[in-house]
C-alpha cells in the first residue's frame, strides 16, 4: 500500500516563464539616437582637438597647414610666450576675484536659504520672491549705474569693482538651488534637534551643513564657472593691466594688425584647467546636487 501526498498549491514553485528572447522578440537598436550621439560628440570633440592642436603649432605654420592635421614641428614656443606675458599676474587676480565672491555668496546665501526655509514669518517668505526677481535682471541692462555708482565709491579700477557686482549677481540663483534643497530635507529632524536644545547655529553646522553639501558643491561649481569665465565686468569696471583677470589677459596677444593665434588658443587651455581640475573633484557632488528631489 503506497501513501501519496500531495503538495499544496502555495509551496508548489512557479512555472517558468519563457524568456522574451524565446518567444521570438528582440531588442530594438536604436540606430537614430546611436547617430546622433556621435554626431553630437563630434560637436564637441572636433573644437577641443583643434584648440589643442593649435597650441603646439608656431605663427606662421598655422597659415599654411591643414588645421586638423597634426603640427609637423610641435612646439611649446606658444606656452612659452603665454607664461613670458605675465600670466600669473592675471592667474593670480582671477584666483582673488572668484575665491571671495564664492566664499561670501554660498555663506550669505546659505543663511538666508535656512531663515527662508525654518521661518514662519510671511514678510520672511515674502522675501524668497524678491530674490528670484534677480533671475530678470540682466547684467548688461546694470553696467551703466555700476560704472557710474562704483567711480563715486572710488572702487573703479579695483578687484572689488568685479567682486560686489559678481556676487549681487551671483545670490538669486544660488538661493534658489538651496532653498530647494533644503526644502527636501524632512521637517522631523530640525524638531527632534530643537527639542532636545540644539541653536540655530548648531543645527546649521550639524544638520544642515552635512546634508546639504551636494547643493554647496553644485553652487560652488556654477558660480566660480561664471566668475572665471566673466568677461563684461572686468572689461568696463577695470582699467590697468595689474587689474586684469585672465579673460582680459586675451588681448596682449592680439595686435594691431594680426592676432597671435597659437599663443591665444594655448592662453585659453591654460585657464581652462583649473576648471577642469575643479570639476573632476567636485563631479559627484555636482551630479548629487543637481538631480537632488527629482525623483520625490
Not at 503538495?7 to 512555472?15: G, I
Not at 587676480?93 to 575665491?99: I, L
Request: a positive charge; hydrophobic letters at 50%.
Amino acid at each position: 500500500m503506497s501513501v501519496t501526498t500531495r503538495t499544496p498549491a502555495a509551496l508548489r514553485p512557479a512555472p517558468e516563464q519563457p524568456h522574451p528572447r524565446s518567444r521570438g522578440h528582440r531588442e530594438r537598436r536604436n540606430v537614430a539616437g546611436a547617430v546622433l550621439g556621435v554626431v553630437w560628440l563630434a560637436i564637441i570633440i572636433v573644437p577641443i582637438y583643434y584648440v589643442v592642436l593649435t597650441s603646439f603649432s608656431e605663427q606662421g605654420e598655422f597659415y599654411t597647414r591643414n588645421p586638423l592635421v597634426p603640427p609637423a614641428d610641435p612646439t611649446l614656443g606658444a606656452y612659452g610666450e603665454v607664461v613670458a606675458s605675465g600670466i600669473a599676474r592675471y592667474f593670480f587676480n582671477s584666483v582673488v576675484v572668484t575665491a571671495a565672491t564664492v566664499v561670501v555668496t554660498v555663506t550669505v546665501c546659505l543663511l538666508a536659504a535656512y531663515t527662508i526655509v525654518r521661518s514662519t514669518r510671511r514678510l520672511v517668505r515674502a522675501s524668497y520672491s524678491l530674490f528670484l526677481l534677480g533671475l530678470a535682471v540682466p547684467l548688461q541692462a546694470t553696467i551703466v549705474p555700476l560704472f557710474f555708482m562704483l567711480g563715486q565709491l572710488d572702487l573703479y579700477d579695483t578687484l572689488l569693482a568685479v567682486i560686489l557686482p559678481s556676487i549681487a549677481f551671483a545670490i538669486p540663483i544660488t538661493v534658489l538651488i538651496l532653498v530647494n534643497f533644503l526644502r527636501d530635507i524632512p521637517r522631523e529632524l530640525f524638531e527632534s534637534m530643537f527639542v532636545d536644545g540644539a541653536t540655530n547655529t548648531q543645527i546649521l553646522t550639524r544638520l544642515v551643513l552635512p546634508l546639504a553639501r551636494p547643493a554647496i558643491g553644485t553652487v560652488i561649481i556654477y558660480d566660480a564657472l561664471q566668475v572665471w569665465n566673466g568677461f563684461l565686468l572686468p572689461l568696463v569696471l577695470t582699467q590697468s593691466e595689474n587689474i586684469r583677470v585672465l579673460p582680459l589677459a586675451l588681448w596682449n596677444f592680439q595686435g594691431q594688425f594680426s592676432i597671435n593665434v597659437p599663443a591665444t588658443l594655448a592662453a585659453v587651455i591654460l585657464s581652462a584647467v583649473p576648471v577642469l581640475v575643479l570639476y573632476v573633484l567636485a563631479r559627484r557632488q555636482l551630479v548629487s546636487g543637481l538631480t537632488a528631489g527629482v525623483g520625490k
